[in-house]
T-cell receptor
Framework: EAGVAQSPRYKIIEKRQSVAFWCNPI?????LYWYQQILGQGPKLLIQ????????DSQLPKDRFSAERLKGVDSTLKIQPAKLEDSAVYLC???FGGGGNEQYFGPGTRLTVT | AQKVTQAQTEISVVEKEDVTLDCVYE???????LFWYKQPPSGELVFLIR??????QNEISGRYSWNFQKSTSSFNFTITASQVVDSAVYFC????????????FGKGTRLSVIA
């Protein structure tokens, strides 16, 4: 069974530029998550989708971050404009259901903002 | 509020030693799940175990074992006869039933196993 796919793996941009990340979850997983992991910290949830609807985006900086999950499968996370403090690893995860189901993570995208 | 504390920032052991990673959690909820994830240098978090709050039985899986004690709000993870491949950052995480809260992670413990 294929795991969670993410691209790109690495991205370097200058501040004020925009960037987009892509995620393809495990087939059949209705719930998709985007996390931000700053160096030395645990992952922090940015947004959770159930199919193509948003369940939780309370920690998403909506003035610069946006995410969508069209057709309830793939998802993209965008940052526009980027700030230095956005440098982090962005992890996508999926699970069969929400709640306390185990989540399966992709390899992440390491973003560096200069 | 939900909180997970992993007090050990870094641990270094020699191969074949046993090592225990500590996890202490805080929640007022009576229904919750606890998790352990492994993050090797490749960056991908690997699911290791999920335990619900009503099941305090200890679990063993090969060289891995977990000790869940509600009385001390701890969910500790022991690796027996450690190997170099066990070198990674290990995260403990908590999900609580009420309030539709997200999965809350600790800051992780970096384990280095030296040959």
């Amino acid at each position: 069974e294929a795991g969670v796919a993410q691209s790109p793996r690495y991205k370097i941009i200058e501040k004020r530029q925009s960037v987009a990340f892509w995620c393809n979850p495990i087939s059949g997983h209705a719930t998709l998550y985007w996390y931000q992991q700053i160096l030395g910290q645990g992952p922090k949830l940015l947004i959770q989708f159930q199919n193509n609807g948003v369940v939780d985006d309370s920690q998403l900086p909506k003035d610069r971050f946006s995410a969508e999950r069209l057709k309830g499968v793939d998802s993209t996370l965008k940052i526009q404009p980027a700030k230095l403090e956005d440098s982090a690893v962005y992890l996508c995860a999926s699970s069969f259901g929400g709640g306390g189901n185990e989540q399966y993570f992709g390899p992440g995208t390491r973003l560096t903002v200069t | 509020a939900q909180k997970v504390t992993q007090a050990q920032t870094e641990i270094s052991v020699v191969e074949k030693e046993d090592v225990t990673l500590d996890c202490v959690y805080e929640t007022r909820d009576t229904t919750y799940y606890l998790f352990w994830y492994k993050q090797p240098p490749s960056g991908e978090l690997v699911f290791l175990i999920r335990r619900n709050s009503f099941d305090e039985q200890n679990e063993i899986s090969g060289r891995y074992s977990w000790n869940f004690q509600k009385s001390t709000s701890s969910f500790n993870f022991t690796i027996t006869a450690s190997q170099v491949v066990d070198s990674a950052v290990y995260f403990c995480a908590l999900w609580t039933y009420s309030g539709n809260t997200p999965l809350v992670f600790g800051k992780g413990t970096r384990l280095s196993v030296i040959a």
